[in-house]
């Protein structure tokens, strides 16, 4: 008796994938707050710049929402311009952002919504891309399997719930896979040449949309170099200047950007530590419980978890890759997967210990490889649950292995929307709470260095205003020629308000002034219970301002 992969049609299964990866990337969108990176894609995609920020006077926190008010009549060449003299990014993802907002400036939702939602939106179709590059690949049950293992993806679903570049790459990414693939199956000229272009084009979007996507350009031409007929390779070379030809109004930028000290943030690697974040972006792929700033017991058994699914989907993986790899009408296709993923680690570790630029500790940048790691998953569940038995077994026995990868990918991808994992970097829903003990208005004194720092200003000063509406005012000063001077420049302020809090980065306890002296010889108090540090320090002063003036 011969079993059909599932009980019922395939699109409907996956028509019900789609749907379920939907709601999971769009489910809480605007809950959690807008971090530095999401507040810089939201200036730069208004049609605004870091000169537009006013700094070194008073301003209230509703002239921060004024900021990203779009402006309209902006063309794609003005948003380009703007991120090569004040970022570290091409422009693809910012013109689309500028288009989505222009787009979306009528609707009632909340700017991180508006946001976010173009991320979420080119996350779930990045489900379908899959689903078509497995499916080729593999098998119409691989390409259902890896569709479902995308939507559920903790790592897809984080990345879908930002408002950064990331799934518009693996989109295109993925399609690049799959131009790749149908290649190897050695199609009719004329496919053939429709599959050229399309792998072209792909990498042609996909490096002006991340500058990583130079390694997946650089790993698929070594590997179909090396597994294409020697016919096919005049095409290739071909395909491959117009690629590099297409970049070329950029390639000045990318070389500045490259020497940009704002990519100075990544640390210097030791020679273990890389590896283990390595093996772990892997994992959060698959799954990922909550281990940050959780009490210790929750973090034990949260980590022994982990440790164990790894260990078994571990042995579940391999031996169905190794099917892949031994069957005569997948091995190309797993060859040509696997070894893509380890080009690209290889070029990873060239970064880490060449460059001494430790990306390993950001996991977002494993959106290289993500798409070929769900193909094979899902290549090597399928394979591992084809029915090659003689006796009919029951669904729920037959793919047991599967319903928990399913429903822990559903658990972690649960914690994800809901900040238990994969939480905001510099934490500004923390901050937000700690400045918000004190009921009273007040005024934040936010030191910065750079204009990197004043976007962190501005995402806790967003963070606050949704948790206690608009009663603070905010004043941005400068700390590049030291302390001193930036005591100075506080010392002119008209505060109005008796609590003030300074925040800087570089002060620790016992370095904040005593007393902080504002204009007319006002002089502020410390207090020492509200003294707190998460990525910035910020100590709370309470100043003796006349009574007709105070707030």
């Known amino acids: 008796m011969k079993y059909r992969p599932f009980p019922c049609g395939h699109l409907l299964i996956l028509m019900a994938v789609i749907a379920l990866g939907c709601v999971l990337r769009f489910w809480n969108l605007e809950m959690k707050p807008l971090w530095l990176d999401e507040v810089i894609t939201a200036l730069f995609s208004v049609g605004r710049d870091y000169n537009d920020i006013p700094v070194a006077t008073i301003i209230h926190s509703t002239q921060l929402q004024d900021l990203f008010v779009f402006q309209e009549g902006k063309s794609c060449s003005e948003v380009a311009l703007t991120l090569a003299q004040q970022s570290t990014h091409p422009p693809l993802f910012f013109c689309l952002m500028y288009r989505w907002l222009d787009i979306s400036s009528s ?103 991340h500058y990583f996507c130079w390694l997946v350009f650089a790993a698929q031409v ?18 491959s200047l117009g690629v590099v030809w297409s970049y070329s109004p950029w390639f000045p930028i990318l070389f500045e950007h490259f020497h940009n000290p704002y990519t100075t943030w990544l640390p210097t690697p030791d020679f273990i530590t890389p590896f283990a974040q390595l093996l772990a972006g892997f994992l959060t ?38 099917q892949l790899y031994q069957s005569s009408v997948t091995h190309r296709a797993t060859l040509f997967l ?25 996991f977002r940048y494993n ?11 899902g290549g090597g569940f399928a394979v591992r649950n084809s029915d090659s038995r003689t006796k009919p077994i029951g669904f729920l026995k037959r793919y047991k292995s599967v319903i928990i990868l399913f429903l822990v990918g559903v658990i972690s991808s649960g914690c994800v929307i809901f900040n ?44 606050l205003e949704n948790v206690r509406g608009s009663d603070t005012d905010w004043v941005f000063l400068s700390r590049e020629k030291g302390y ?38 006002v002089e502020c108090k410390r207090n020492l219970n509200h003294y707190y540090r998460t990525w910035r320090s910020y100590q709370l002063y309470e100043c003796h301002i006349p009574h007709q003036t105070v707030v």
């Open 107 to 209: 609707w009632s939702q909340p700017l991180g919504w508006k946001l976010r939602s173009l991320s979420a939106l080119l996350g779930v179709g990045g489900i379908i891309a899959v689903y078509f590059l497995a499916r080729l690949a593999f098998s119409p049950t691989a390409g259902i399997m890896a569709a479902a293992f995308t939507a559920v993806s903790p790592f897809g679903v984080y990345l879908s719930q930002e408002a950064r570049q990331y799934t518009l790459p693996v989109f295109f990414i993925t399609l690049s896979l799959l131009a790749s693939i149908a290649l190897l199956k050695n199609p009719p000229l004329k496919t053939r040449l429709i599959l050229w272009l399309m792998w072209g084009v792909c990498h042609g979007l996909a490096c002006y949309s």
């Open 484 to 521: 001193e001077s930036l005591w100075d420049s506080i010392s002119p302020l008209n505060i109005k308000t008796r609590d003030v809090w300074l925040m800087d980065t570089g002060l620790g306890k016992a370095d904040f002034p005593e007393p902080l002296k504002l204009n007319d010889g």
């Open 367 to 377: 959106f290289t490889y993500y798409p070929a790691v769900c193909v094979l998953l």
């Open 222 to 239: 070594l590997l179909l170099a090396f597994l294409l007929p020697r016919k096919h390779l005049g095409i290739l070379l071909g395909m």
């Open 338 to 362: 696997g070894g893509y993923i380890l080009v690209i680690l290889l070029a990873y570790c060239a970064i880490i210990y060449l460059l001494q630029k430790d990306i390993s500790i950001a």
């Open 420 to 463: 238990l994992t994969f939480p905001k970097p510099y934490l500004p829903d923390k901050v937000a709470l700690d400045l918000n003990q004190i009921k009273k208005p007040f005024t934040v004194i936010f030191s910065y260095k750079d204009n990197l720092n004043i976007a962190l200003g501005i995402s806790y000063a967003m963070a």
């Open 285 to 322: 792929m698959a799954i990922l419980l909550p281990v940050e700033n959780q009490p210790i017991w929750i973090q034990a058994i949260a980590a022994l978890t982990m440790l164990g699914f790894a260990l078994w989907l571990e042995r579940h993986i391999l031996l169905g890759i190794t």
